[in-house]
């Protein structure tokens, strides 16, 4: 099970993870409501090295990118359940419009975003400066929070 850390603390992890040699890999989003493509993202996200950091959208950022109903669930327990899953080891909360500042910090060695993200993956410059990689993974087609927040939606008022 992984940590749910602030920033400073993930900065320190991951300064330990460097020392041993470890290969860290970074992605960041908001998992609203967590579904398989999130599952399956973070799993070929994690084969990328050995060690998994996520970085969550904080409550303000997820309702300037989705609109005032969402997020569905707080910061918090999003960043807890991420933290649960086998093939995260820690996860931060960031408020920031993208991640660069925490990528600044962090210099992970692989960034990784869904393929639905490939025309703009925020920090690429940040990563690839810093010798790392970068990689689109493809998405599990048919899983979108934003369309599952819609059928709920739906069913309440049918």
Same mark, same amino acid.
């Given at each position: 099970m992984g940590l749910v850390l602030d920033r400073g603390r993930l900065v320190a992890l991951r300064e330990? !993870?460097?020392?041993?040699?470890?290969?860290?890999? /970074?992605?960041?989003?908001?998992f609203d409501l967590l579904h398989p493509g999130h599952i399956r993202l973070l799993e070929r996200a994690r084969s990328?090295?050995?060690?998994?950091?996520?970085?969550?959208? %904080?409550?303000? %950022?997820v309702r300037g990118l989705k609109g005032p109903s969402r997020p569905v669930?707080?910061?918090?327990?999003r960043a807890a359940t991420l933290a649960a899953l086998a093939?995260?080891? *820690?996860?931060?909360? /960031?408020?920031?419009e993208t991640?660069?500042? $925490? $990528?600044?910090?962090l210099l992970p060695d692989v960034l990784v975003k869904g393929a639905d !993200? *490939?025309?703009? #993956?925020?920090?690429?410059? #940040?990563?690839?400066?810093?010798?790392?990689d970068v990689f689109a993974i493809?998405?599990?087609?048919?899983?979108?929070?934003?369309?599952?927040?819609?059928n709920i939606l739906g069913m309440r008022s049918a």
């Open positions: 330990e !993870w460097r020392r041993r040699g470890e290969r860290v890999v /970074f992605t960041n989003g908001c990328h090295g050995t060690r998994l950091a996520v970085a969550v959208n %904080s409550d303000a %950022s669930l707080p910061e918090h327990e093939a995260v080891d *820690a996860v931060t909360v /960031f408020g920031e991640p660069h500042a $925490l $990528l600044e910090v !993200w *490939a025309h703009w #993956i925020a920090g690429r410059e #940040i990563v690839e400066a810093a010798g790392g493809p998405v599990e087609q048919g899983y979108s929070t934003t369309d599952m927040v819609g």
